[in-house]
Structure formats: C-alpha cells, structure tokens
C-alpha cells in the first residue's frame, strides 16, 4: 500500500529519494494506476520537477521528460526542426485526456510492446539523458529500454534533428481511432541522389518489445529507388514479414500482425520516397 507520496524538486532529490524509499517514480500516472494503486511503500512524482521543456538548436531538440504527450502534438517548434513525425506518432494515443496526463518520460518507463512514440524515437536514433545516484549519463533509447540502469530518472530525451534529405514516416493500424494500435512502426530513410540511405525501422506490436529490423533495413541500404521499385517494395515487405515475431491476441492473431507489418512497412517506404522526390 502506498504510504507516501514525495515531490521533490530538484532530479537529485529525486532519485535519492526513491532509493530511500525502495519507490517508483510517477509522472503522469496513466500507467503506474492502472489498475489501482500500485502496492509499493512510496510514490516518487516527477510533477515539481523542472523537466517540462522543449530546447531546440541547431542539431538537436531536446525534450524533457515532463513534455506530455499532447504537448507533443500541439508544440510549435518541432516541425519547423524536422520533428513533426512525433507529433503525429502520438496523436491517436488514448483520447486528448489521457494525452493531456501520459509524458514523454513516463512512455519511455512505461515501455510497452506496442507504445506508438518508442519506434519514432528509435528511427530517430534519439538518446535519453538520465540522472542515477552516480551522476548523469545518456544512452540510446535502445540501449535504456533493453537495460534500464535500476533507478535512472530519465530528465530528457535528445532527438537529433533530420536534416533535409530525411523522410519520417510513421504508419499505425488500430480496430477503432482510439484504440492500442496492432501494429505501428515508422521508418526514417536519407534518400541521396535516387539512393536510399542509412535506412532505420523499428516496428511495435510484433515482439515482446518493440524492435529494430536490421535486415530490412538492409535490402533498402544503398538501394535505388529508380530501378526494380516493385522489386524492392516487395524485397522490403517479405523482409519486415520473416524479421517479425508477432504472438497473437484479442486485437490480432500473429498471422494477421505479421501481414499488418509489411503492409505498413511498404505504406512509409512509399511515403518517405514521395516526400523526397526520390
Ligand atoms: C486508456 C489508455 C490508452 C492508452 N493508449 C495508448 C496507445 O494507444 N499507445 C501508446 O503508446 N500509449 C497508450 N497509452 C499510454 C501508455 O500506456 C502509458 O500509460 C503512458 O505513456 C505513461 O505515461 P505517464 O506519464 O502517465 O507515466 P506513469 O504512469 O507515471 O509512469 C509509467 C512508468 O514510467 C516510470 N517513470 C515515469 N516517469 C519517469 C522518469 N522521468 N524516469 C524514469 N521512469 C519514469 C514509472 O515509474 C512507471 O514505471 C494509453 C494509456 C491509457 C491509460
């Protein structure tokens, strides 16, 4: 049973406190109550501390943990960087209420299979800044979400800014608009000359986690988008099929989340060879 709830201030505090405590952190708390309050001795809230920013320069935007969801949607600044892509991942989570709660640091804690911001992030190649009882450190969110180092405070996320070759595409398939998605996933591709480049992918609702498809990413590396297009299409699309392993569920079976994949998959790759005229 919960028998303290602790605002402190500063990140520092934070995590002594929930070392203190044995407690979890909580931001938004549409994950953490759930189902009820969780049965720890102590609520650590991120509410009081100063993590609710957006700081873009010329490389990178920096968004700090407390960011909510809808803030995401709403903010002016992250499409004139090239990040409109997190916007629009984000905005068919929940409803409006539930976007107005859930943070950018909390999704990442949360770490759900099929969460819709985790795979533009990891497309973006985008790093989280922690604090831990050590002092501050940044990793990949691919790095943090295969091994979250035990207490971190994530305090924000750098998502490095596209330059202009960039496409971003993000694709989802929910039963209803508001629904958890089947499948979601978004691709970020440089497309150079005709040629696609440093191609990323990573897909959710296909695994236990959401994932990376490197041999995907594979077939579209150095590709060029003028010869053999079915072709290559098709190469991508049987590729995202044999890299995923989907289970099935009451929103899909594994057959059908395997099909939605390379559909989607072939919907960006199509969307971001558009985008650039490629
Ligand atoms: C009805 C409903 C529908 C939803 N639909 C979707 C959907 O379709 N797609 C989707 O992607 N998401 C969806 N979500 C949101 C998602 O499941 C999470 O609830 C949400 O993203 C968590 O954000 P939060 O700020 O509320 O986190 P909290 O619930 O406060 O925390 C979540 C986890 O993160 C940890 N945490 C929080 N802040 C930090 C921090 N700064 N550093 C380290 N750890 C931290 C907590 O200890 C906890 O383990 C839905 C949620 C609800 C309630």
Redesign the pocket.
Known sequence: MVQQFLRPTTPAEAVQMRTDTGG???????????QGPPDVAALVS?ADLPLAFVRTDSSVVEIG?NVT?QELVDHDELAPAGLAALGHA?A???NRS?RC???V???I??N?P????IPVLMALDATVSLVTAAGEEAMTVEDYLAAPPVG????ALRVPRPDSATAVSVQRLARSV????VVNLALAVRVVAGALVEPRLAVAGVAPAVTRLPKAEAVLAGAEVGKDWPGLVERFAAAVTAGVEPAGDGRGSASFRAEVAATLARRALQACVEEKGG
């Open positions: 979890v952190y909580i931001a938004g708390g549409t994950d953490v109550n759930w991120t943990a969801l984000v068919r989570i929940g539930i709660l859930a943070t640091g909390g999704t804690g949360a759900k099929y969460s819709d911001l971190a405070l994530i305090v508001n629904d958890w998605s």
